[in-house]
């Protein structure tokens, strides 16, 4: 089964194509995070593995989202990006949206949407190919993993437990990834490592 989805996928990248491919599973809670090597909206390519040693978080990214937008448009996730970078924290937010589709970036748009957006990450990384979103099982804009120092995944899945395009809704919501991090940042087990995500279906 693995062998046969494998061969799918492969054959998916190499046309360029993903629609019909199955969207791997996402790395579970504990296990170590799978390296991938992007290119941000500055032409720098930034791995997972170059920041062992440092807490990362990846969020999956699409501007046309009607879920990301509440969050960004409320200036929610550029407060979270801004509070946990000024930790320490690696904050890589992953544009997967092939081209053609709804949310792709060329590198010049991600600049011009970063100074709009006064988004926060430690970089917009840009992902046409859908190669890092299928190598994470990435499922969702916004689609949500933290990476401990040691490289194991410790959360994954949705950003909050309100799945709703309403900004009036972020304020009664629990935030998994606030939450994950500051158990993480505090040396304590995290206690909720896995949820369902929601929003848009990432555009590969």
């Not at 492969?10 to 579970?28: G, V, Y």
């Not at 990384?125 to 990435?138: H, M, R, V």
Request: net charge positive.
């Amino acid at each position: 089964m693995k062998t046969k989805l494998l061969v799918t996928l492969l054959a998916c990248l190499a046309s360029t194509s993903c629609k019909d491919a199955p969207i791997p599973e996402s790395p579970a809670a504990g296990a170590t995070a799978p390296d991938i090597s992007v290119t941000d909206s500055n032409g720098k390519t930034h791995t997972v593995s170059q920041y062992r040693g440092k807490t990362v978080v990846l969020e999956w990214f699409n501007p046309g989202c009607p879920f990301v937008k509440k969050h960004y448009e409320s200036g929610n996730m550029q407060k979270l990006q801004e509070e946990f970078t000024g930790k320490g924290v690696v904050w890589l937010t992953i544009n997967s949206s092939a081209r053609f589709k709804q949310g792709h970036l060329t590198p010049e748009k991600a600049s011009a949407r970063i100074s709009e957006w006064k988004m926060k990450p430690s970089a917009l990384l840009l992902d046409p190919d859908g190669k890092a979103g299928q190598t994470y099982g990435a499922k969702t804009t916004p689609h949500m993993f933290v990476i401990n120092p040691d490289g194991n995944v410790i959360y994954q899945g949705a950003i909050d437990s309100t799945p709703s395009t309403s900004p009036e809704a972020i304020a009664g919501a629990t935030n998994y990834v606030k939450v994950a991090l500051d158990e993480a940042l505090a040396g304590k087990p995290v206690t909720t490592a896995k949820t369902k995500p929601y929003g848009c279906s990432v555009k590969y």
